[in-house]
C-alpha cells in the first residue's frame, strides 16, 4: 500500500482521508438505519421501486459495515472491495438510468458525478489493498466528475449564484470562477499537468463549500430537508475527494506529463 499506515489499538488507518471516508461512511449507515430512508449519497430511488424500504436498510448497512471494515487491516481489503463494487453498480444502475433517460439534462450528469467521485474513492482505497492497481482509473472517473461539476455550474447558474455567502460580493463571478477551476482541476488530471495540486485544490474547494454554505445554515437551524441532504452529499464527497488526493502522496505537487 502506498499510502503510510497509522495503528492505534487495533484501528489502522492509510491516510487522513481514509479516515475522514470511513467515519463518513459510517455516520452514513447510522442516519440510514435510525430514520429508514435513504440518506443522501444515496437518494433518487424512484417510489416505485420494489423492496424500496428494504434497500434503503441495505444501503445503510453497506455504508455503516464498510466504513466500520476500512478502520482495520483484518477487514480494510474486504470492506474496500465490496464498498467499491456496490457504489459502482449504483452509479451504473441507479444514476446511469437518469442519464440514459435524460442525456441533455446536465444535472443528471452533476448526479451520477457526485455518486463517481464516491466510487473514485473507494476505488482508490480498494486499489490500495490490491497493492495500488486500478489508481489511475480512479483518478480518471474522479476527473470526469470534475467535468460534470463545473458545467452544471454554468447551466444553472440561477441556482448556483445564490449559495455564495452574503458576505463575498460578487455572487456570479464566484459562481462562475468555482465552475471553472473544477473544470481546470479535471484538465490537470487528463492530462497529468500539476495533477496532484488541482486534486487537493478540487478537495479543497468541495470542503469550503460545505463549511461556508451550509455549515452556517445548519448552524442557525435554517437548513431545510432537502438542505441538509445537499450538507451530507457536500461532506461526503470532500471525505471522498481528499482520498483522491491522498493517492499522490510521493508525487511532485508540480509534476508535469504523467498521469
Known amino acids: 500500500m502506498r499510502a503510510g499506515p497509522s495503528r492505534l489499538r487495533g484501528v489502522w488507518v492509510a491516510s487522513s482521508g481514509h479516515a475522514l471516508f470511513a467515519v463518513t461512511l459510517i455516520g452514513i449507515g447510522i442516519t440510514g438505519l435510525v430514520t429508514g430512508r435513504f440518506a443522501s449519497i444515496w437518494q433518487s430511488v424512484p417510489q416505485g421501486v420494489p423492496a424500496r424500504r428494504a434497500l434503503a436498510y441495505l444501503c445503510a448497512c453497506v455504508s455503516l459495515a464498510c466504513g466500520a471494515g476500512l478502520l482495520?487491516?483484518?477487514s480494510f481489503g474486504a470492506a474496500a472491495r465490496v464498498l467499491f463494487v456496490y457504489l459502482l453498480l449504483w452509479l451504473l444502475l441507479v444514476k446511469g438510468s437518469y442519464v440514459i433517460a435524460s442525456?441533455?439534462?446536465e444535472v443528471s450528469y452533476?448526479?451520477?458525478g457526485e455518486t463517481a467521485v464516491l466510487v473514485a474513492g473507494a476505488w482508490v482505497l480498494y486499489a490500495?489493498?490490491?497493492g495500488g492497481n486500478g489508481v489511475r482509473h480512479a483518478r480518471l472517473l474522479y476527473a470526469l466528475a470534475l467535468v460534470a461539476f463545473g458545467l452544471s455550474h454554468f447551466a444553472y447558474l440561477e441556482?448556483?449564484?445564490?449559495?455564495?455567502?452574503?458576505?463575498?460580493?460578487?455572487h456570479v463571478f464566484w459562481a462562475y470562477?468555482?465552475?471553472?477551476a473544477y473544470l481546470a482541476a479535471a484538465a490537470a488530471l487528463l492530462t497529468g499537468v500539476w495533477a496532484r495540486l488541482a486534486t487537493a485544490l478540487s478537495a479543497l474547494q468541495m470542503g469550503l463549500f460545505t463549511l461556508l454554505v451550509w455549515a452556517p445554515l445548519a448552524l442557525a437551524g435554517r437548513l431545510s430537508a432537502g438542505q441538509w441532504g445537499e450538507f451530507g452529499v457536500s461532506w461526503a464527497l470532500?471525505?471522498?475527494?481528499?482520498v483522491v488526493a491522498?493517492?499522490?502522496r510521493g508525487t511532485s505537487w508540480l509534476a508535469a506529463g504523467k498521469h
Do not use: E, N, Y
Open 238 to 242: 470532500t471525505a471522498a475527494a481528499w
Open 72 to 74: 482495520f487491516k483484518r
Open 110 to 112: 452533476q448526479s451520477a
Open 159 to 170: 441556482l448556483t449564484a445564490p449559495l455564495v455567502p452574503a458576505w463575498l460580493p460578487a
Open 246 to 248: 491522498d493517492s499522490f
Open 128 to 130: 490500495w489493498s490490491a
Open 103 to 105: 442525456p441533455l439534462v
Open 177 to 180: 470562477f468555482t465552475g471553472g
